[in-house]
Nanobody, 122 residues
């Protein structure tokens, strides 16, 4: 079964940094693009960043460009989001997302992790 497990969230001060991780299992990780999305309090889901299967970023939201960096380690089946110069408006639950074909399955499906809370506050 496919699993995506986010970690690394927590409390940071404005201007600080955090690195989020997403541990993936149940599919051939290196074959698929991956994404980060977030939901801030009282707001809808915002797409944050995408990365292709071999590690090239393909999308950053305007709100995070120049501050966040998406990366992956295919040998570790792990996706990362390095967040620098954090702002209070970055406060959100951050989710790892992928549309993948599970090992043994015949079709793709959309999968989400449970989310990790990021709070930016002084």
């Amino acid at each position: 079964q496919v699993q995506l497990v986010e970690s690394g969230g927590g409390l940071a001060q404005p201007g600080g940094s955090l690195r989020l991780s997403c541990a993936a299992s149940g599919f051939t990780f290196s074959s698929y693009a991956m994404s980060w999305a977030r939901r801030a309090p009282g707001k809808g889901l915002e797409w944050v960043s995408d990365i292709d299967s071999d590690g090239s970023p393909t999308y950053y939201a305007d709100s995070v460009k120049g501050r966040f960096t998406i990366s992956r380690d295919n040998a570790k089946n792990t996706l990362y989001l390095q967040m620098n110069s954090l702002k209070p408006e970055d406060t959100a639950v951050y989710y790892c997302n992928a549309n993948v074909r599970a090992i043994g399955a015949t079709r793709t499906n959309d999968y989400w992790g449970q989310g990790t809370q990021v709070t930016v506050s002084s």
